[in-house]
């Protein structure tokens, strides 16, 4: 059953990954960092929110599989941002690597540090 969730979760994580990367770039082109630095740190946030949720607060592991693996495995954009990276190139290419990586690690720990408190 839980194999199933994380499938479940999982297409729907992609789903509102297309629908944000859509709208932002529609709203606002040519921003640097564009949609997928956004996705990537707010899905880090979430994953951190839900790790602290199952470390603290004893909520089921299998909490984690569906959100973690499943959400925001499909709303995270990995292998996206390392494409973005090679094609913006130069000191903008590692600006933007640099930024996805301390973003992406400084969101899980404000959302562990979140789920910690009460």
């Known amino acids: 059953m839980i194999a ?5 979760a999982g297409a729907l994580g992609s ?24 996705i990537n740190v707010t899905g880090s946030l979430l994953i951190g929110v839900t790790a602290g949720i199952v470390m603290f607060h004893g909520a089921s592991s299998d909490w ?6 499943g959400f ?13 990276t090679l094609r913006t190139g130069g000191r903008r290419g590692l600006l933007y690597a640099m930024l996805t990586l301390v973003g992406s690690v400084g969101a899980c720990a404000i959302g562990l540090a979140l789920a910690s408190v009460g």
């Open 64 to 69: 984690q599989a569906v959100v973690g693996t």
């Open 72 to 84: 925001c495995g499909g709303y995270t954009t990995f292998s996206t941002s390392v494409l973005d």
């Open 15 to 38: 789903v509102v990954r297309f629908v944000v990367d859509d709208v932002s770039r529609r709203r606002w082109p040519g921003a640097f960092g564009g949609p997928v630095l956004a």
């Open 4 to 8: 199933a969730l994380v499938v479940i």
